[in-house]
């Protein structure tokens, strides 16, 4: 019977935690669209709609807790790969598409995960997103073009919430979807290379043998003053 290694056991739970992120990020992504059908865009507007989403629209609570439990996952699974390949010794010129794609998805999903702090428009997000900016704006030269990008003004209002929403809803959720696609052709590929190179240790002969011919042996003559026995 054949016993499965360790290193097996890892690369096959990174395939399937490949193929749980990609599920998530597309069913996120799926949800946040029929999301976009009634959520309004700016300070105010986003609460009510919101409510509007949960209270009145129906399956409205299934949608936005789907979108919030597979958004947040993906920070999840997605920093649990990391350390499943850094586990499974993934570190060489094979993987290194897998690992890019994987430590691009998971910032990402930070990203999105960060950009909706002010998309429902309530005082956590509020004054959790003023406190980070003040932090963001505090990085030499760029702290402050960052702020002016993410508040589209001086303060917090309308045109904020208006530019996180562009930044999650195109342009991050976009990324991350490529991500999650790249990420999970890279390990299905290392399976099929896996499998490809098992198939071919298992067509070779025992350790220990020298036999180097693929074909049929003929018998050796045999040498007179040998003294076989
Ligand atoms: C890969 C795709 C996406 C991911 C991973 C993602 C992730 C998230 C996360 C983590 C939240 C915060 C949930 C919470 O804890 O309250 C959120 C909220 C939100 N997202 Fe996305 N999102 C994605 C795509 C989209 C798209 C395409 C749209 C719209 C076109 C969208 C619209 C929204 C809205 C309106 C909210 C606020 C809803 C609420 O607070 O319940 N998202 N998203």
Known sequence: MKTLSYSFILRRLATLLAVIALTLVLLAGITGVLLAFYYEPSAGGA???LK????SVPGGVLIRS????AGNLIIGVALLQIAVMF????????WFLAWLS???LALFAIGLGWTAIILDWDQIGYWRLKIEIGTISSLPIVGEYIRTILLGGDSIGSTTVAHMYAIHSYLLSAI????AIVHFVALVNQERRQIGLSAASEALPESGSTVTSTTPEKPEPVSVGGGVG
């Open 47 to 49: 609460y009510d709609s």
């Open 52 to 55: 509007f989403i949960t209270e």
């Open 66 to 69: 789907l979108h919030d439990i």
């Open 87 to 94: 586990l499974g010794r993934q570190a060489n010129r094979d």
């Open 102 to 104: 994987g430590g691009f």
């Open 176 to 179: 991350a979807v490529v991500l």
